[in-house]
C-alpha cells in the first residue's frame, strides 16, 4: 500500500526550476542542462508518485538536482524525504557541504531554513549504559594468543573511554584515528540487544536515539543503504515516516541489501551465544549447545570451502542438532521481559536472546534452503568460507535474488528515486531494474547525459593484439604494454587491476623498470595512497577493487587507466555462481543476467575514474582483448561513455606524449 502524499495540488512554494536556479547562482555555478532535466524530473516523479531512474554522468551535478526538489517536498507535504548513500564520503560531502551550502541559499525563499540530520545504524553510535554497566564481554577466542593484539586493543578502549565522556553526538565516525570492530563493539549494541529507551537506564540521554529524535524533526534524513534496507524490511521502524526517498550510488544498492541480509554459522557464534546464556539457563542444557558448535567446529574444518548445493547428511545434522539446542536454551530462559525492572540483568537476558535467535534462526534458514523440487525453485544458497589465518571457517547463506523483498518492501510503500553515473548497463536501464524489481511496475528511466565531452577529451583503447587474459597471472605482453603506456604518459597512471594479487605482480615486475614512483594499494591506508598520486603529477597507483569505484583525481596528475581485464566475477564466487544458474534454471540467460551485468557496472565505474573536470584529458587503456573481440562486447561498450575508440596501439601512445608536453 502506498503512502498518499499530503502536498496540496497549488502549492504556494516556489517553482522547481526556480529554485534551482537560485542555488546554482548562489553556490557560484552555471547552469548545466542535464541538471535542469535532472530536477524536472524528480519533482514530476514525486508529484505524479511515480519511481524514477536517473542515470546522471560526473560532473552533472545530480546531488543538487535531487536535492532541491526533495526539500520543496519536505516543505510543501511537512514530511521529511530520506537521501541514501552507499558509503560513508558521500553522506559527509551531503551534510557538510552541499546541505549547508543549499540550505542557506534557499532560506529566504521557503517557510524556513532547511533542516537535516544524518541517521546511521545503532551499532554506529555509543551505547551509554554499555559503557558504563557490567555487560557480557565480547571477547575474541584469537586475541587470547596474542599479546599484542590484547595491548592494543585496550589502548583504543581506553581512547574510546575518554572520547566517551567529552563527545556529543557518541557518533563512531568522530573518533579520529579510528579504532578496531573488536574495540568499539565493547561499547555497542545492535537493534536486537538494545533494551530500549523507555527500559535502559541511559535513555533519555542515548546517542542513537538522541539522532533519530533530530532525523524526525527535519526536512532532509541522510541515511545508508544498509539502514535503508533494515528500515523497509525490519518490524519496527528506524527512519521516520516518509514519502519519498532517494537513492544515490543505486548501483550498489542490491549488493547492500544482499550484505544486510545474509546470515553466517560458525563455531564463534555458537560458542558467543553459549558465553551470554553463561549461568542464566541450566549448565546441562548449555552443554548440549557448546557440544553443537564443537561439531561444527569439526566439521568445518574438514570440508572443502565453496557452494553447498545439496545438504550432506552430516551437514543436515549438524545444523538439526545446533537448532533444537539453541532452541532448548530459548526456552530455558522462560520469558523475554522477565527481570525488566532490573537493568543489568535485562541487559545481559536480552543480549543472551539476541545470540540464540540468531543461532538458530540461521541453523533453521539453512536447512530451508534445501529440499525443493528444482533449481528454479530454490530461494537462497549456502556456501562454505573457508576463512583466513585469523578468522574461522564459517557457513553463509544468502537470497538468490532480493528483487522480491525491494519490491514489497521498499518501492511498495514510498515514491523512489534511484541516481548514479551508472545505471544503464548495455544502453538501458532493463537489468538493473529487474533486480530492484522494478520490472512490472510504474518507473522511468533517464538518462540525462554528461557535460563532459567525451569523444574530444578521452580515447578508449582496447588492446585487441593482445592475448586472452588466462589464470596464469600477468602475461608479459601485458606488463609490456602496461610498461609503454606508462611512459608515454609520464607517469600520471591509475591501473585497475581484477584481484590484488595481479595488481602486486605488476608492481613487482615494473618498479625497477621504469622511472616514475610507483605506490601499491597496501602499501599505506588507501586515503593516503590516493592523497599521495594525486599530489604527485609523475605518480603511478596500482590497485583493485575500492579504487575502481573510489578514486576521484581531477587534473594533471590522472591521465592513463589502465584496466587489466574484463572484470568479470570469479566463477568460483558462490553467490554470484548460484545467481547465474538459478536465472538459467527459469529460462533466462544466466551469464549476461550476472556476470555480464557485474562486469559492466564495474567496468563502467573504473572508466569514470578519467574524466573528473571539464577540464580532463586522457586514455582508458583496457588491455583485455575480449572487450572488442567477444559476442558480449557490444553490451560491455554500451555501457561506457561515448569516448573515442581504437584498438591502434601508436594512437594512444601519441596522445599520451602530447598531453605530456602540452596538458592543453
Known amino acids: 500500500m502506498r503512502v498518499a502524499f499530503t502536498a496540496v495540488p497549488d502549492s504556494h512554494l516556489p517553482p522547481v526550476d526556480e529554485l534551482l536556479s537560485i542555488a546554482v547562482n548562489a553556490l557560484g555555478g552555471s547552469e548545466r542542462q542535464g541538471q535542469v532535466t535532472m530536477v524536472q524530473a524528480v519533482q514530476k516523479a514525486i508529484d505524479d508518485e511515480e519511481h524514477l531512474a536517473v542515470q546522471a554522468g560526473t560532473g552533472t551535478g545530480k546531488s543538487l538536482a535531487y536535492l532541491v526538489p526533495s526539500i520543496r517536498h519536505a516543505m510543501d507535504s511537512d514530511t521529511p524525504v530520506v537521501i541514501s548513500t552507499a558509503t560513508i564520503a558521500l553522506q559527509r560531502q551531503l551534510v557538510d557541504r552541499d546541505l549547508p551550502r543549499l540550505s542557506e541559499a534557499l532560506a529566504k525563499e521557503l517557510p524556513h531554513e532547511p533542516t537535516f540530520a544524518i541517521l546511521k545504524g545503532r551499532r554506529n553510535y555509543l551505547c551509554r549504559y554499555k559503557a558504563t554497566a557490567g555487560w557480557p564481554e565480547e571477547d575474541e577466542q584469537d586475541q587470547l594468543f596474542d599479546p599484542r593484539e590484547v595491548s592494543a586493543t585496550g589502548r583504543m578502549v581506553q581512547r574510546i573511554q575518554e572520547w566517551a565522556e567529552e563527545t556529543e553526538t557518541g557518533d563512531r565516525d568522530e573518533l579520529v584515528p579510528g579504532v578496531s570492530e573488536q574495540a568499539w563493539r565493547q561499547f555497542s549494541v545492535s537493534a536486537q540487544e538494545c533494551l530500549g529507551a523507555t527500559r535502559c537506564p541511559s535513555g533519555a540521554e542515548c546517542f542513537a536515539e538522541l539522532a533519530r529524535a533530530r532525523a524526525g524533526e527535519v526536512d532532509v534524513v541522510v541515511t545508508n543503504h544498509a539502514l535503508l534496507a533494515i528500515d523497509a524490511m525490519g518490524d519496527l521502524p528506524v527512519l521516520p515516516e516518509h514519502e519519498v526517498v532517494v537513492v544515490d550510488e543505486a548501483h550498489e544498492l542490491v549488493d547492500r541489501v544482499t550484505s544486510v541480509v545474509t546470515s553466517e554459522l560458525s563455531e564463534a557464534s555458537v560458542m558467543l551465544a553459549v558465553r ?8 546441562p542444557v548449555a552443554d548440549q549447545l557448546m557440544e553443537a558448535g564443537e561439531d561444527l567446529k569439526a566439521l568445518l574444518a574438514a570440508a572443502p570451502p565453496g557452494r553447498i548445493d545439496e545438504l550432506p547428511q552430516v551437514l543436515g545434522l549438524t545444523l538439526q542438532l545446533i537448532r533444537d539446542t539453541a532452541w532448548r536454551c530459548i526456552t530455558a530462559m522462560g520469558p523475554r521481559n522477565a ?17 540464540l535467535d540468531e543461532v538458530h534462526d540461521t541453523a533453521v534458514r539453512m536447512l530451508d534452503a534445501y529440499g525443493h523440487a528444482s533449481e528454479a525453485d530454490r530461494a537462497e544458497v549456502v556456501w562454505l ?12 547463506v544468502a537470497p538468490l535474488s532480493v528483487s522480491g523483498m525491494l519490491r514489497d518492501k521498499l518501492f511498495g510503500e514510498r515514491t523512489v528515486v534511484l541516481t548514479s553515473a551508472t545505471l544503464a548497463l548495455g544502453g538501458t536501464f532493463d537489468a538493473l531494474a529487474a533486480q530492484w524489481g522494478l520490472g512490472d511496475g510504474k518507473w522511468q528511466g533517464i538518462d540525462v547525459g554528461s557535460p563532459f565531452d567525451h569523444p574530444r577529451a578521452g580515447i ?22 602496461i610498461a609503454e603506456l606508462i611512459e608515454a604518459a609520464g607517469g600520471r597512471t591509475l591501473g585497475l587491476f581484477s584481484s590484488m594479487r595481479a595488481a602486486k605482480a605488476a608492481t613487482e615486475a615494473l618498479r625497477d623498470r621504469l622511472d616514475v614512483p610507483l605506490l601499491c594499494q597496501g ?18 597507483l596500482f590497485g583493485t577493487l575500492s579504487l575502481w569505484q573510489g578514486v576521484d583525481v581531477p587534473g594533471p596528475s590522472l591521465r592513463l587507466v589502465i584496466i587489466d581485464r574484463v572484470p568479470f566475477p570469479r566463477p568460483d564466487d558462490p553467490l554470484t555462481s548460484a545467481r547465474q544458474r538459478h536465472v538459467a534454471a527459469r529460462g533466462g540467460n544466466g551469464f549476461m543476467a550476472i556476470a555480464a551485468n557485474h562486469a559492466a557496472l564495474l567496468l563502467a565505474q573504473g572508466v569514470g575514474r578519467l574524466l573528473r573536470s571539464q577540464d580532463d584529458k586522457g586514455v582508458i587503456a583496457v588491455l583485455d582483448p575480449r572487450l572488442a573481440t567477444a559476442r558480449y562486447s557490444g553490451f560491455l561498450l554500451g555501457s561506457l561513455p561515448p569516448f573515442w575508440r581504437t584498438t591502434d596501439p601508436a594512437v594512444p601512445r601519441a596522445a599520451l606524449k602530447r598531453l605530456a608536453t602540452d596538458p592543453t
Request: negative net charge.
Open 276 to 283: 551470554r546464556v553463561g549461568r542464566l539457563i541450566d549448565q
Open 460 to 481: 578508449l583503447y582496447v588492446a585487441k593484439h593482445l592475448p586472452q587474459p588466462g589464470r596464469d597471472g600477468l602475461p608479459q605482453q601485458y606488463l609490456d604494454e
Open 523 to 540: 602499501d599505506d591506508s588507501t586515503m593516503l595512497l590516493v592523497k599521495q598520486f594525486a599530489e604527485d603529477e609523475p605518480t603511478c
Open 339 to 355: 527481570d525488566k525492572d532490573d537493568p543489568d540483568k535485562a541487559g545481559q537476558r536480552k543480549a543472551a536472546f539476541t545470540a
Open 385 to 396: 568460507d573457508a576463512g583466513t589465518d585469523r578468522r574461522p571457517p564459517m557457513l553463509r
